[in-house]
C-alpha cells in the first residue's frame, strides 16, 4: 500500500537539512530503485523553485511499504530525523486515484 510521509520542518532548518541531505536523498534513491517510490520532495518556504537562503518548511514523501507499522519505521529512521530538521513527522495511508 501506498503512505504519505509528511514531514514540517523547525524554525530556520536550512543548514540542518544541508548537512543531512545526502544521506537523506541516499535512502530516497533506494525506495525509487526498488520501485516503491511514488514521489518526493521538499516544500520551498517562498513561491520558488530554488529558495535559497528562504529554504523550507517541510517535505513529502508517498512510497509503498508492506505496513503502516513499516512505513512509520522508514520515516522514523530518515537521517532528517536524526538531524533535527522535522518538528513533527505524521505517516498516512495513501490511495492514489489520478492520474
Do not use: C
Not at 13 to 25: F, G, M, N, T, V
Not at 49 to 76: H, K, M, R
Amino acid at each position: 500500500m501506498l503512505f504519505a510521509i509528511v514531514s514540517n520542518d523547525v524554525e530556520n532548518s536550512l543548514p540542518l537539512r544541508k548537512q543531512a541531505r545526502p544521506a537523506h536523498i541516499e535512502r530516497l534513491q533506494q525506495l525509487q530503485s526498488e520501485g516503491r517510490l511514488l514521489l518526493a520532495g521538499p516544500n520551498p518556504a517562498i513561491e520558488s523553485d530554488d529558495p535559497g537562503e528562504a529554504g523550507f518548511t517541510g517535505s513529502l514523501v508517498i512510497a509503498e511499504f508492506p505496513s503502516l507499522a513499516d512505513a512509520q519505521a522508514w520515516a522514523d529512521a530518515d537521517p532528517y530525523v536524526a538531524a533535527g530538521v522535522y518538528a513533527s513527522v505524521s505517516v498516512k495511508p495513501f490511495k492514489k486515484v489520478l492520474p
